[in-house]
């Protein structure tokens, strides 16, 4: 079954970077799409960006978009979110997630970024 595995979250100072990644099994990676979404503290889901097979086209929400980038390895199987400039507004449980849109069924079990100094 698909498994999706974050990491790389933590405690990060405003302006400060964090670098996300997840690793899928389960399923052929390289043919579909990969998103990350966030859930902030007492709020639902958001989608953040998503990349496509092959990593041609690349989207983000217009919050996040000139700080973050997504991109893929389709060798390992693995996602990345780089966030920069980050602002305590980006505090959530960040997840990645099979595919490009909602219901987000198929994701993994969340990495929780803090935004704080």
């Known amino acids: 079954q698909v498994q999706l595995v974050e990491s790389g979250g933590g405690l990060v100072q405003p302006g400060g970077p964090l670098r996300l990644s997840c690793v899928a099994s389960?399923?052929?990676?390289?043919?579909?799409?990969m998103s990350w979404v966030r859930q902030a503290p007492g709020k639902g889901l958001e989608w953040v960006s998503s990349?496509?097979?092959?990593?041609?086209?690349?989207y983000y929400t217009d919050s996040v978009k000139g700080r973050f980038t997504i991109s893929r390895d389709d060798a390992k199987n693995t996602v990345y979110l780089q966030m920069d400039s980050l602002k305590p507004d980006d505090t959530a449980v960040y997840y990645c997630?099979?595919?490009?849109?909602?219901?987000?069924?198929?994701r993994g079990q969340g990495t929780w970024v803090t935004v704080s100094s």
């Open positions: 997630a099979k595919g490009s849109r909602a219901p987000w069924t198929s």
């Open positions: 389960g399923f052929t990676f390289s043919i579909g799409a």
């Open positions: 990349v496509m097979s092959g990593g041609r086209s690349i």
